[in-house]
């Protein structure tokens, strides 16, 4: 399994953490908003590190919580890190979830909805599990948009999705997903060196990186299953 | 994995109910076991407190 | 009636285009958010000056656009403030909408709803009015949290309704909508003097008004209606 | 207000349709005239290009 292959590396390499650790800059509002209650029922999709889950389970006293992945050194990674009965980690694939129909209050995915092979199918998947007005919170950095996210299909042989704002809101609504609300995340945390320290490795111009992190972020659209 | 969270898992191909064995546990939850659909017969692997859902044609032996 | 006597006198100060001013720092970021297709119909409750309207009839292309107020000088300004076709004004009351049912793809309302007499009837009323999938965006600088906002009663005749984040969230549900969301909007355009300059007239502490406005700002609750 | 945007207009009270009577207008815009409620009969003025539809116990005379 391709997925596997390409992110165990990645576990492996300690990148979970690592991109725990840059996600959380705006993965940390898009959970903010998710309206989460008490007990509910929350399904991670490419849960990585598992640090979504921890934190709706510390702060919004989430019920049960399921993290999802296809890559087994991630789920393991994520096992190790979570010491919480309520938290159970899953090896699964995004196109065929493998959750009963209606049993889910909530579903968010950090940086990962791309990754699927068949986006739409995994959209009816996820609305097919999704309690009727169950919410999908859907963060990606990787879209039509954000320019500077264009190139990273050269690094990773699984290939990725890059749908624009308006093509995300039409494949929810084509996967029978209503559309609730769409906005561009900013990161305010990564930091930004003074113009001098520009060309830096990877940025041109100081204005290419502000463009990336500050005005484009991390594209949220939020889906309700309906009725 | 607590057995209470393994209520919502279902197979992914049909969607059906899955039956557990247990193989391993401790006090808390299932180490080792077997998901077996009621449905379609197959099987999903526990192993180390995680259960394997792939679909078959997705599982690589190597790992699962 | 109550409304239009309290506020046909603001409208009559000037106070309409004061209230957009200020209330544009977060209800910019409020309509940024909403999922409105170009030709979509959308009602505004407490129009005020009508500047949301407008907003998304050029931002967005939103196609029928209605604002409704229940002062009739309000009402006046915005008309003449609009030199747009598709926008109409409509004189009415929040509990008793003049809209057919199933007639609006969205609503919006800043700093308006909780003037309503029977807040659940209005929600009732917007669920009403909404096509399935339809959103409210729901936006107050009023509420239990805002502790700065208490002291608002003692200057206005019309009782207002004083709920909590969670209150919201539960009496969305309680009329019939999903609630697909809930964020705290900072206000980050506000001017915040120097700690020198406290306490000011309406501010004891600089804190409290760092608190007010970057940290607590509008409230905003994203309703759906169901199938 | 021009008079497509009356179409999804309705009675307050009984969510009726309603039917215009102009009595001016230009070439934009129904500027006075009446909506009557097509079941309980109501009428609701528009003055000024503004229909007013508030419920007819909340209208004060004055204004209205
Ligand atoms: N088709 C698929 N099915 C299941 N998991 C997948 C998948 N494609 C990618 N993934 C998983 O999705 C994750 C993307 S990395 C993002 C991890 C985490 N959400 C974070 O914010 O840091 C990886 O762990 C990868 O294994
Ligand atoms: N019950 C009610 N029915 C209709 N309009 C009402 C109302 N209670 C208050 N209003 C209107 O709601 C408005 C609140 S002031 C806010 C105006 C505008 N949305 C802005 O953001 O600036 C006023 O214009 C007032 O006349």
Chains 1, 3 share one sequence.
Not at chain 1, 46 to 62: M, N, P, V
Not at chain 1, 207 to 227: D, F, N
């Amino acid at each position: 399994m391709n997925v596997a292959t390409e992110f165990d590396s990645w576990a492996a390499e300690g990148r979970d953490r690592g991109m725990e650790e840059r996600h959380w800059h705006t993965a940390k509002h898009v959970l903010a908003r998710m309206p989460v209650e008490a007990g509910e029922t929350v399904l991670d999709l490419g849960t990585g590190s598992g640090y979504a889950l921890r934190a709706l389970r510390e702060t919004r006293s989430a019920g049960q919580c399921y993290g999802l992945d296809g890559a087994p050194e991630m789920l393991r990674n994520a096992r190790d890190y979570t010491d919480d009965d309520a938290i159970g980690f899953v090896r699964g694939d995004f196109d065929a979830l493998p959750f009963a129909t209606d049993s889910v209050d909530h579903v968010f995915s950090m940086e990962a909805f791309y990754y699927a092979q068949n986006p739409i199918q995994t959209l009816r998947e996820i609305r097919r599990v999704l309690r009727p007005g169950g919410t999908f919170y859907c963060a990606v950095n990787y879209y039509e948009e954000n320019v500077h996210s264009h190139v990273w299909q050269e690094n990773i042989s699984i290939e990725m999705t890059r749908w624009s704002a308006p093509e995300y809101r039409d494949a929810f609504r084509e996967a029978g997903l209503f559309v609730a609300g769409q906005e561009n995340v900013p990161d305010t945390e990564t930091e930004i060196p003074d113009e001098s320290a520009f060309p830096t490795e990877e940025w041109e111009a100081r204005a290419a990186m502000v463009e990336r992190y500050r005005e484009l972020g991390t594209l949220l659209t939020v889906g309700v299953a309906p009725s | 994995m607590k057995e209470t969270l393994l209520d919502i898992l279902c197979c992914p191909l049909d969607k059906a109910e899955l039956e557990l064995e247990v193989i391993r546990e401790d006090d808390e939850e299932i180490l080792e076991g077997r998901l077996i659909c009621t449905e379609c017969g197959e099987e999903y692997p526990i192993e180390d407190g995680i259960p394997n859902l792939l679909p078959p044609d997705m599982r690589d032996e190597a790992t699962a």
